[in-house]
């Protein structure tokens, strides 16, 4: 089982800068892939970006070159997402797979104003 916690979520101007952390607990040494997704009012929720314990990392085209991924230790990953626009609005979610079943967070709220 692994529990996962959402912060840094907030009101921002267009092309200014949030960094979302991803608070994991539990099993955590287990987990092999985090990722992050959003999504946006009326729209599928949809992938942003990944990070493998190899190191991989692949982002979303909307976000490459603005977004970056990181993981600090097998509890912590984070989200920092800079030159922000008001279409990046929406509530972000990490995910965690361990052993072949998907666990999310609950979302933390992100809002862009143009």
């Known amino acids: 089982q692994v529990q996962l916690v959402e912060s840094g979520g907030g009101l921002v101007q267009a092309g200014g800068s949030l960094r979302l952390s991803c608070a994991a607990s539990?099993?955590?040494?287990?987990?092999?892939?985090m990722s992050w997704h959003r999504q946006a009012p009326g729209k599928q929720r949809e992938f942003v970006a990944v990070?493998?314990?190899?190191?991989?990392t692949n982002y979303a085209d909307s976000v490459k070159g603005r977004f970056t991924i990181s993981r600090d230790n097998a509890k912590n990953m984070y989200l920092q997402m800079n030159s922000l626009k008001p279409e990046d609005t929406a509530v972000y979610y990490c995910?965690?797979?361990?052993?072949?079943?998907?666990?999310w967070g609950q979302g933390t709220q992100v809002v862009v104003s143009s």
């Open positions: 539990g099993r955590v040494s287990s987990i092999n892939t």
């Open positions: 990070i493998v314990n190899t190191g991989y």
């Open positions: 995910e965690a797979v361990l052993n072949g079943r998907n666990y």
